[in-house]
Structures are given as C-alpha cells and as structure tokens.
Antibody
Framework: EVQLVESGGGLVQPGGSLRLSCAAS????????MSWVRQAPGKGLEWVAN????????YYVDSVKGRFTISRDNAKNSLHLQMNSLRAEDTAVYYC??????????WGQGILVTVSS | DIVMTQSPLSLSVTLGQPASISCRSS???????????LDWYLQKPGQSPQLLIY???NRASGIPDRFSGSGSGTDFTLKISRVEAEDVGVYYC?????????FGQGTRLEIK
C-alpha cells in the first residue's frame, strides 16, 4: 500500500524557517517524480515544487523561488521541503504527492504550517 | 503561466441527477504525444484530494463509471451521470502540460 506521511509542520514566526519531510513507503520511490502542493485555509490547491526521480531537476512556483528548496533522499525514501524567509501567505496545509506520468496519483494527509507572530 | 478557469464555482444537485463542471485553460493542453494533460481531482470534506480523471478522459483506478471526462484544446468537462451522496466535495481541474502546474479555483458540489 502506498503511503506518504508528512511531518515537520507547526507554528513559525515571519522570516523564520521550517523543514518539512515526507516518508514514502509501499512503492519504488526512486522511480517517481514527487511534489509538494499546498492549500491555504479555505482556499484552493496550489502547486509548490516538483523534483525528478534522481533529484537532478527541480521546479518551483514563482512565489517560493529563492526561499524554498525541494530535495529527496532516495536511500531513505524521503522527500523534503526546506522553507526559509517564511511569510504569512505561506500559511497552508502542505501535501506530499507522487506523480505518475501526467498526474498526481497519491497524496499524503497533509501537514499544517502556520506563519504568524 | 496557464490559467485554469472552472465554472460553475458551486453546484447544488439532487441525488440521482446529473452534474457537469467546465474547465477552460488559457492555452491548449495538447502535449506533443497527442494526449491532453488535464486531470480532475475531488477533495472530499476533511480529506486529501483524490485523482478522478487523467489525460482528459481516463478514469483513475477505482473511480465509478458515473464519472466521465471529455474535451479538447482548451475546453474540458467533467460529468457525473447520477450524483450520489459520496460525491460531495470540491472538484479541481489541473493542467500538467507545463510548469508552473496550475489548478482551477475549484467547484463545490453539494446535495440539494
């Protein structure tokens, strides 16, 4: 059974940093692109970043470029999102997601990040 | 960036009746491989999104055949032939043709 379990969320002050992790299991992690997708409270879905199977390609939405870094540890079947210079508008539930070709076929349960003083 | 526009933004449907959601993209979603890179997701209350339809018209594993997707170019439609209580939630279209990946605003379906 495919499982994606996020951790590392919480309350952080504006300008602070947080590192999200996603533990993947039930599939061959090294053969899938992975993503982070977020959802602000009461709002829609927003794609944040993608990373290729071997980590050689990474893509970001403009609003997080230069502040967020997506990475993966294929030896540990884990996905990460390092978030720096956090802003109030980064407050959201962050989902770890698996890509199967052209679509996201599995989503984690999500982890809440709150940026507030 | 490709802008995705859904309509309507909310839908109230009687059980057993059909429902239809439109999704329009600001540019064609046709990939060079001949497929349309348009997916549909449903986010049920309190849950993570789940894949319903991929590549415009293919039902994901385990999705009932009352759900169907169609369309081409920039115009796509999700249809539910007979709405059931478990279909309540917010429906999103998403384009995966190019980054940034973008979603529609979402369409909230409720039972009348």
């Amino acid at each position: 059974e495919v499982q994606l379990v996020e951790s590392g969320g919480g309350l952080v002050q504006p300008g602070g940093s947080l590192r999200l992790s996603c533990a993947a299991s039930g599939f061959t992690f090294t053969t899938y692109w992975m993503s982070w997708v977020r959802q602000a409270p009461g709002k829609g879905l927003e794609w944040v970043a993608n990373i290729k199977e071997d980590g050689s390609e990474k893509y970001y939405v403009d609003s997080v470029k230069g502040r967020f870094t997506i990475s993966r540890d294929n030896a540990k079947n884990s996905l990460h999102l390092q978030m720096n210079s956090l802003r109030a508008e980064d407050t959201a539930v962050y989902y770890c997601a698996r890509w199967r070709g052209s679509n996201i076929d599995y989503w984690g349960q999500g982890i809440l990040v709150t940026v507030s003083s | 960036d490709i802008v995705m526009t859904q309509s309507p933004l909310s839908l109230s449907v009687t059980l057993g009746q059909p429902a239809s959601i439109s999704c329009r993209s600001s540019q064609s979603l046709l990939h060079s491989n001949g497929y349309y890179y348009l997916d549909w997701y449903l986010q049920k209350p309190g849950q993570s999104p789940q894949l319903l339809i991929y590549l415009g018209s293919n039902r994901a594993s385990g999705i009932p055949d009352r759900f169907s997707g169609s369309g081409s170019g920039t115009d796509f439609t999700l249809k539910i032939s007979r709405v059931e209580a478990e279909d309540v939630g917010v429906y999103y279209c998403m384009q995966a043709l190019q980054t940034p990946i973008t979603f529609g605003q979402g369409t909230r379906l409720e039972i009348k």
